[in-house]
């Protein structure tokens, strides 16, 4: 998936970032995606997206999943903030 196509469905809010902080990682579609080279890729082991799910609810506990934060995030499309 282009980067500009997950930006575009998180801003639909179908999206859940790893964390306010990790916005390498993103839920959508009921799997776990990771950026590189400027898109993204279905996570596609079940083993790694249930890892990634336990990660997820132990940072949502402590309430740092609030979304990505600043300006160096993941969500940005030409240069604007999403």
């Given at each position: 998936?282009?980067?500009?196509?997950?930006v575009?469905?998180?801003?639909?809010?179908?999206?859940?970032?790893?964390?306010?902080?990790?916005?390498?990682?993103?839920?959508?579609?009921?799997?776990?995606?990771?950026?590189?080279?400027?898109?993204?890729?279905?996570v596609?082991?079940?083993?790694?997206?249930?890892?990634?799910?336990?990660?997820?609810?132990?940072?949502?506990?402590?309430?740092?999943?609030?979304?990505?934060?600043?300006t160096?995030?993941?969500?940005v499309?030409?240069?604007?903030?999403a």
């Open positions: 998936m282009t980067h500009e196509a997950m575009a469905r998180w801003q639909q809010g179908l999206v859940t970032p790893m964390s306010s902080t990790i916005n390498t990682f993103a839920k959508t579609d009921g799997s776990w995606w990771t950026v590189s080279q400027g898109a993204w890729q279905r596609q082991q079940a083993e790694r997206n249930e890892r990634l799910d336990y990660h997820h609810d132990r940072f949502e506990s402590v309430c740092q999943a609030k979304g990505p934060a600043g160096n995030s993941q969500w499309v030409f240069g604007q903030s």
